[in-house]
């Protein structure tokens, strides 16, 4: 095997345990990825480049799926991924107002993330919720008929 | 069988099928964009939407199965308003910047305008994409063109194997790309071009030639890099070729093309093309060579001056020291008629059966192991019936995907497409070991003891085919006490394979019958090659893999008419057709057709005729088309060899290493210039059609050879007397081959006429009604039975040892073709693939202390010494390194030996034992 950093050798240990755990066939694809974006942050072309040996599947496979979902991510994020859900329903019942309140706040665009690395945030498609709209999602924190004011106080939860 | 109505009209169609498959049957047309029939169906672009009555809205007719009485209609105005809609809606994603002169391949516009769109009014204003996005020297990415068919994204997948293509991201930001956003090359692409080949828009297109204008004319003609006999379109401006377009009628590989097909053509326009006949200065005057080194300054002339010289000097030489003297080195990259037409040359005009050619270097142990154990030396079985039946193919010293790139692609689809199991033996691990169940990495030399042990665990768990054995089979007995010497544990030993991989390798192919066998110059090129090859055929037989679909052994050839320079007798010891020299009936039967006495006197095979001239038994030569400076064991002795040769007539379409020691070059014709026809590694005998004028005065070279002929035997010296076949006035390459038909059975049926006409023949095709061929030995062997014949194991005739430490295997990669005289002309190849490279394994790398500063290696023969990037990967193991003879600057043929299979007289190309050194 070609020599690798001690960066990529804790990411491939980190797979394979992932793998180990869940499973190596196709259908565990989605399930494997989402556990290695938890574990890491995001999924990096050495872990694609692993998982594509460990579970026989084409790198290109897995960059299809990993890009697919919002809930993966083949980009390093911040510690915590707020999600703003950009639905009709959410954007109807105030949401445009809640998303400039969080993107001022923040000082981010959405796909980007902070400079100190702790928020990334994202835009979404409807979270499933629509009665409690608007609706952002926080890591797995989700929090419904927000407003504008509370936005500041929601932030102020995470380190 | 369904019925239904398409278009009020009654259509019997296939249960299966789908409406558009009915529909392209019942001569309808239904407009399409993401479907192809060689690629899975998706419905994605719903061009093909048609109305089924009794159905909910419009229905995909790529996707719906046709059923009972169903009633479709397939144009009417809200369908093609409806196609109005989708074509606008990708159109408005669509951006064309206006680079490329020919779009005749696309068929958005195609269909835009035959719903009256006009595609620049519809389409995006801006682009969103990059414009040649990627760098890959030979596909030119623009995805402000792409519709999102997913035909490359599937063509990539299920024809090519390689998944370099896929659909990133979703929604409006969705687009193609190949592996994790990365370059092409990275993403592992092979540069086969399929994914151009399927793209309907033009967002994929052939890089060299984006700026052509539409071809005036194409010409369908045979591939001449490798034997796989792939046919393409030559696209033809001003008498220049100037791009390769897929021809989905190919037989052999459809819309499929390997780099070297698609991209490899440019050489033809090269500038270093010999257009003229050369002659050494002093022959001209008249006075004595240089030096046996300096033959001297090169003179051009013309075609009278260079072939009466060659005529004068052959038969003077002929005269002089008898025509064992001269050696004919006929080429498998040239036509069956120019081979013919050598083999004649050599046996009538010269009166030698000196007439040899690169067979001897790569597959005369398997013509010579397989005509003895089964009675015919060929590929038993076709391509495409190992695709569509084998249940498990066992690969043993072949590298399928780089050596036969269209084949290897093929059984990477019957491993994807129908679970096929596959068995790899290699010492290498090649990249077909990816899709292999089981990859069996056997030390070089030990194949016999292998494929031995695999027998003996079958007679041990009983899997034998009695049946067959003992009704198409003899000489089991002694095979049985052979296979008897080779039990797992020691087999192991040898071969350094785990004895369970043993055991699991004879269950897959046990269990999945019926198993093809398929090799290459992993099992030819040792000292034991014939008999590598009877412990394969062996192994069939005792598993009654013979005469079926999907079975057989399989022996890849490697050019592109290797299999038909050997069928037209360019081997020392047979006529064309394989009539033995040695066989009184057919030393009569040629000396009758070509009117002259014949030697019934084995020849000299090009390891034994160029050696020869040392021993003075070899004075002169007369070569077509082959560089034995490149291609030869041991260079430094055929420099030596050559040097001290009176006479070397060579014909070339470049000046190559040889040339340096030729005295005459005359100039010859690619495969683009001429007509003739090639057989390929299946027995498939295909048109070869010239598509534009020789260039310079180069002349084809059947023609030239002719003429030579006719010159040589104006000198006198050999009594020709009028006999049927006596002749060398040939109107044209088509008359040479209803010559050939006459003479050798196996091709008495072939003719220019019936290829010209779309037959698609094998041989043996004896009589002209006769269909070909595919299948060998139905129901009984060409000999009658077939005979076991056992094969011992012994050890390389060369091994490391303290002073060479190291073992070196040679061979090559899929972006050159052998001595490198064509692909090293072609700019793009040498752009992906420009010097040699040894491959090092991790462990021995780590130990020479390679890294990015000292990234060269020396190797060490006995015989010389080479310097090259190392190429570090684990496709070597420890301890094996491995090099190309693809460049005159590193050539691996410096280091091999002239160790010879006693029978086949091939080399050990495969084993020498070498020191390696870490240089920078």
């Given at each position: 095997?070609?020599?690798?950093?001690?960066?990529?050798?804790?990411?491939?240990?980190g797979?394979?345990?992932?793998v180990?755990?869940?499973?190596?066939?196709r259908a565990?694809?989605?399930?494997v990825l989402?556990?290695?974006?938890n574990?890491?942050?995001?999924i990096?072309?050495?872990?694609?480049?692993?998982?594509s040996?460990?579970?026989?599947l084409?790198?290109?496979?897995?960059?299809?799926v990993?890009?697919?979902?919002?809930?993966?991510?083949?980009?390093?994020r911040?510690?915590h991924?707020?999600?703003?859900c950009?639905?009709?329903?959410?954007?109807?019942?105030?949401?445009?107002?809640?998303?400039?309140?969080?993107?001022?706040?923040?000082?981010?665009?959405?796909?980007?993330?902070s400079?100190d690395?702790?928020?990334t945030l994202?835009?979404?498609?409807?979270?499933?919720?629509?009665g409690m709209?608007?609706?952002?999602?926080?890591?797995?924190?989700?929090?419904g008929?927000?407003?504008p004011e509370?936005?500041?106080?929601i932030?102020?939860?995470?380190? | 069988?369904?019925?239904l109505?398409?278009n009020?009209?009654e259509?019997?169609?296939?249960?299966?099928?789908?409406?558009?498959?009915a529909?392209?049957?019942a001569?309808v047309t239904?407009?399409?964009?993401?479907y192809?029939?060689?690629?899975s169906?998706?419905?994605?672009?719903?061009?093909?939407?048609?109305n089924?009555?009794g159905?909910?809205g419009?229905?995909?007719?790529?996707t719906?199965?046709?059923?009972e009485?169903?009633?479709?209609?397939?144009?009417?105005?809200?369908?093609?308003s409806?196609?109005?809609?989708?074509?606008?809606l990708?159109?408005?994603?669509?951006y064309?910047?206006?680079y490329?002169?020919d779009?005749?391949?696309?068929d958005?516009?195609k269909?835009a305008?035959?719903y009256?769109?006009?595609?620049?009014?519809?389409m995006?204003?801006?682009?969103r994409?990059?414009?040649?996005?990627?760098p890959n020297p030979?596909i030119?990415?623009d995805?402000?063109?792409c519709?999102?068919?997913?035909?490359?994204v599937?063509?990539?997948?299920?024809?090519q194997g390689?998944f370099?293509?896929?659909?990133?991201?979703?929604?409006?930001?969705?687009?193609?790309?190949p592996?994790m956003e990365?370059?092409?090359?990275d993403?592992?692409c092979?540069?086969?071009?399929?994914?151009v080949?399927?793209?309907?828009?033009?967002a994929?297109s052939?890089?060299?030639t984006?700026?052509?204008q539409?071809?005036?004319?194409?010409?369908?003609?045979?591939?001449?890099y490798?034997?796989?006999g792939?046919?393409f379109?030559l696209?033809?401006?001003?008498?220049?070729?100037?791009?390769?377009?897929?021809?989905?009628?190919?037989?052999?590989?459809?819309?499929h093309?390997c780099?070297?097909?698609?991209?490899?053509?440019?050489?033809i326009?090269?500038?270093d093309?010999?257009?003229k006949?050369?002659?050494?200065?002093y022959?001209?005057?008249?006075?004595?060579?240089?030096?046996?080194?300096?033959?001297g300054k090169?003179?051009?002339?013309d075609?009278d001056t260079?072939l009466?010289?060659?005529?004068?000097?052959?038969a003077d030489?002929?005269?002089?020291?008898?025509?064992?003297s001269?050696?004919v080195l006929?080429s498998?990259?040239?036509?069956?008629e120019?081979?013919?037409?050598m083999?004649?040359?050599?046996?009538?005009?010269i009166?030698t059966?000196?007439?040899?050619?690169?067979?001897r270097?790569?597959h005369?142990s398997?013509?010579?192991?397989?005509?003895?154990?089964?009675?015919?030396?060929?590929?038993?079985n076709s391509?495409q019936?190992v695709?569509?039946?084998?249940?498990s193919?066992?690969?043993?010293?072949?590298?399928?995907t780089e050596?036969?790139p269209?084949?290897?692609?093929?059984?990477r689809?019957?491993?994807?497409n129908?679970?096929?199991k596959?068995?790899?033996?290699d010492?290498?691990k090649i990249?077909?070991?990816?899709f292999?169940?089981?990859?069996?990495?056997?030390?070089?030399?030990?194949?016999i003891?292998?494929v031995?042990?695999?027998?003996?665990i079958?007679?041990?768990k009983?899997?034998?085919?009695?049946?067959?054995?003992?009704e198409?089979t003899e000489?089991?007995?002694?095979?049985?006490e052979n296979?008897k010497?080779?039990?797992?544990?020691?087999?192991s030993?040898?071969?350094?394979?785990?004895?369970d991989?043993?055991y699991?390798?004879?269950?897959?192919?046990?269990?999945?019958a019926?198993?093809?066998?398929?090799?290459?110059?992993?099992?030819?090129?040792?000292?034991v090659?014939?008999?590598?090859v009877?412990s394969?055929?062996d192994?069939?037989?005792?598993?009654?893999?013979?005469?079926k679909?999907?079975?057989?052994?399989?022996?890849?050839?490697?050019?592109?008419?290797?299999q038909?320079a050997?069928?037209?007798?360019?081997?020392?010891n047979?006529?064309?057709g394989?009539?033995?020299?040695?066989?009184?009936?057919?030393?009569?039967?040629?000396?009758?057709?070509?009117?002259t006495?014949?030697?019934?006197k084995v020849?000299?095979?090009?390891?034994e005729i160029?050696?020869?001239?040392?021993?003075?038994t070899?004075?002169?030569?007369?070569i077509l088309?082959?560089?034995?400076?490149?291609?030869?064991?041991?260079?430094n002795?055929i420099?030596?060899?050559?040097?001290?040769?009176?006479?070397?007539?060579?014909?070339?379409?470049f000046?190559?290493?040889t040339?340096?020691?030729a005295?005459?070059?005359?100039?010859?014709?690619?495969?683009?210039e001429?007509?003739g026809?090639?057989t390929s590694?299946?027995?498939?005998?295909?048109?070869?059609?010239?598509a534009?004028?020789?260039r310079?005065?180069?002349?084809?070279?059947w023609a030239?050879?002719?003429?030579?002929?006719?010159?040589?035997i104006a000198q006198?010296?050999?009594?020709i007397?009028?006999?049927?076949?006596?002749?060398?006035?040939?109107a044209?390459?088509?008359e040479?081959?209803?010559?050939i038909?006459?003479?050798?059975?196996?091709?008495?049926?072939?003719?220019?006429?019936?290829?010209n006409?779309?037959?698609?023949?094998?041989?043996?095709?004896?009589?002209?009604?006769?269909p070909g061929?595919p299948i060998?030995?139905?129901?009984?062997?060409t000999?009658?039975?077939?005979?076991f014949?056992?094969?011992?194991?012994?050890?390389?005739?060369?091994?490391?040892?303290?002073?060479?430490?190291v073992?070196?295997?040679?061979?090559?990669?899929?972006y050159?073709?052998?001595?490198?005289?064509q692909?090293?002309?072609?700019?793009?190849?040498?752009?992906?693939?420009?010097?040699?490279?040894?491959e090092?394994?991790y462990?021995?790398?780590?130990?020479l202390?390679l890294?990015?500063e000292v990234?060269?290696?020396?190797v060490?023969?006995?015989?010389?010494t080479i310097?090259?990037?190392?190429?570090v990967?684990?496709?070597?193991p420890?301890?094996?390194?491995y090099?190309?003879?693809?460049?005159p600057?590193?050539?691996?043929n410096?280091l091999?030996?002239a160790?010879l299979?006693?029978?086949?007289?091939?080399?050990?190309?495969k084993?020498?034992?070498?020191?390696?050194e870490?240089?920078?």
């Open positions: 095997m070609p020599p690798v950093t001690i960066n990529e050798e804790e990411t491939i240990l797979v394979r345990r992932i180990k755990r869940i499973g190596a066939t565990d694809l989605i399930p989402q556990a290695v974006t574990e890491f942050g995001f990096s072309q050495p872990a694609m480049e692993e998982l040996a460990l579970m026989n084409p790198t290109k496979e897995i960059h299809s990993a890009t697919f979902y919002r809930m993966l991510s083949t980009q390093p911040g510690r991924v707020i999600q703003f950009e639905s009709a329903p959410c954007h109807v019942v105030g949401g445009r107002e809640v998303f400039a309140t969080l993107k001022q706040a923040l000082a981010l665009e959405p796909g980007q993330t400079p690395n702790k928020w994202l835009t979404t498609s409807c979270l499933g919720v629509c709209g608007p609706v952002i999602l926080i890591d797995t924190d989700m929090y008929n927000v407003t509370q936005v500041k106080e932030l102020s939860r995470y380190e | 069988m369904t019925k109505t398409i009020g009209i259509v019997q169609s296939e249960s299966n099928w789908t409406i558009l498959k529909a392209e049957h001569g239904i407009p399409t964009l993401c192809h029939k060689d690629l169906p998706t419905g994605a672009c719903r061009m093909c939407l048609v089924v009555k159905a909910k419009l229905t995909t007719a790529c719906t199965p046709v059923s009485g169903m009633e479709v209609e397939t144009e009417n105005e809200v369908l093609a409806s196609r109005r809609s989708v074509l606008k990708l159109l408005s994603v669509y064309d910047q206006g490329k002169p779009d005749t391949d696309n958005l516009y269909w305008r035959f009256g769109l006009d595609p620049h009014k519809y995006a204003s801006k682009p994409y990059e414009v040649d996005s990627d030979f030119f990415v995805l402000n063109k519709i999102l068919c997913t035909r490359c599937r063509a990539c997948s299920e024809i390689r370099v293509w896929g659909v990133s991201e979703r929604g409006f930001e969705a687009h193609v790309s592996g990365e370059d092409m090359i993403a592992r092979e540069s086969c071009g399929a994914c080949a399927y793209c309907p828009t033009g994929l052939l890089k060299p984006i700026s052509v539409p071809a005036e004319k194409k010409v369908t003609t045979t591939c001449a490798c034997g796989v792939c046919q379109d696209n033809v401006i001003d008498d220049t070729v100037v791009k390769v377009t897929s021809n989905p009628l190919a037989p052999a590989n459809g819309m093309l780099v070297k097909g698609r991209f490899g053509f440019s050489y326009h090269h500038e093309r010999l257009t006949p050369l002659v050494r200065e022959l001209l005057n008249g006075t004595q060579r240089p030096s046996k080194s300096d033959r090169w003179v051009e002339t075609w260079a009466d010289l060659v005529a004068k000097k052959l030489t002929r005269d002089t020291y008898g025509p064992d001269i050696g006929s498998a990259k040239c036509t069956n120019e081979n013919y037409l083999n004649k040359f050599a046996r009538q005009v009166g059966n000196n007439v040899d050619h690169c067979a270097l790569c005369a398997t013509v010579a192991g397989l005509a003895t154990t089964l009675g015919s030396g060929a590929m038993t391509m019936d695709y569509e039946a084998a249940n193919i066992f690969v043993i010293g072949s590298n399928t050596q036969h269209v084949f290897g692609a093929k059984m689809q019957a491993v994807l129908r679970g096929v596959l068995v790899v033996a010492p290498r990249e077909l070991c990816e292999a169940t089981l990859h069996l990495q056997q030390k070089p030399g030990t194949d003891a292998l031995n042990g695999l027998m003996y079958i007679l041990e009983g899997y034998e085919d009695k049946q067959f054995i003992e198409r000489n089991f007995d002694a095979l049985v296979v010497q080779y039990p797992p544990e020691k087999v030993k040898i071969t350094g394979i785990p004895v991989q043993l699991e390798a004879v269950e897959i192919i046990v269990h999945n019926p198993m093809a066998v398929f090799w290459a110059m992993g099992i030819t090129q040792h000292t090659g014939v008999h590598n009877f394969l055929a192994l069939q037989l005792m598993l009654g893999n013979f005469g679909p999907g079975a057989g052994v399989n022996p890849l050839r490697g050019q592109n008419n290797v038909g050997c069928d037209m007798g360019c081997l020392v047979v006529y064309p394989y009539q033995a020299v040695t066989a009184e009936a057919s030393q009569q039967k040629f000396e009758a057709a070509w009117g006495t014949l030697s019934n020849g000299k095979t090009v390891t160029i050696p020869g001239v040392l021993e003075g070899t004075k002169a030569l007369y088309g082959e560089n034995p400076m490149m291609t030869d064991p041991d260079t002795h420099r030596h060899c050559l040097e001290e040769l009176d006479f070397l007539a060579l014909q070339e379409i000046p190559t290493e040339s340096k020691y005295d005459v070059l005359l100039p010859g014709v690619t495969f683009a001429k007509t026809t090639f590694t299946e027995r498939r005998v295909q048109m070869v059609r010239q534009i004028t020789p310079g005065e180069s002349r084809p070279d030239v050879t002719a003429d030579l002929a006719k010159r040589v006198g010296g050999r009594q007397d009028a006999a049927p076949y006596a002749g060398w006035d040939y044209d390459s088509g040479v081959m209803a010559e038909a006459a003479l050798t059975p196996s091709y008495g049926g072939i003719s220019h006429e019936r290829l006409a779309g037959e698609t023949l094998c041989w043996p095709c004896p009589t002209s009604t006769h061929t060998l030995h139905i129901g009984k062997f000999r009658g039975k077939a005979t014949l056992p094969a011992i194991h012994l050890d390389p005739s060369e091994l490391p040892d303290e002073e060479y430490p073992m070196m295997t040679t061979g090559r990669v899929i050159h073709w052998h001595s490198g005289e692909t090293r002309r072609v700019k793009e190849l040498m752009e992906i693939y420009g010097e040699p490279l040894i090092v394994s462990e021995d790398a780590a130990q202390g890294n990015e990234n060269h290696v020396k060490t023969s006995r015989r010389g310097t090259a990037r190392a190429w990967t684990d496709r070597v420890e301890g094996l390194i090099g190309t003879f693809h460049f600057e590193a050539n691996v410096t091999t030996k160790a299979d006693p029978i086949a007289k091939i080399p050990e190309y084993v020498t034992a070498v020191r390696i870490a240089v920078n």
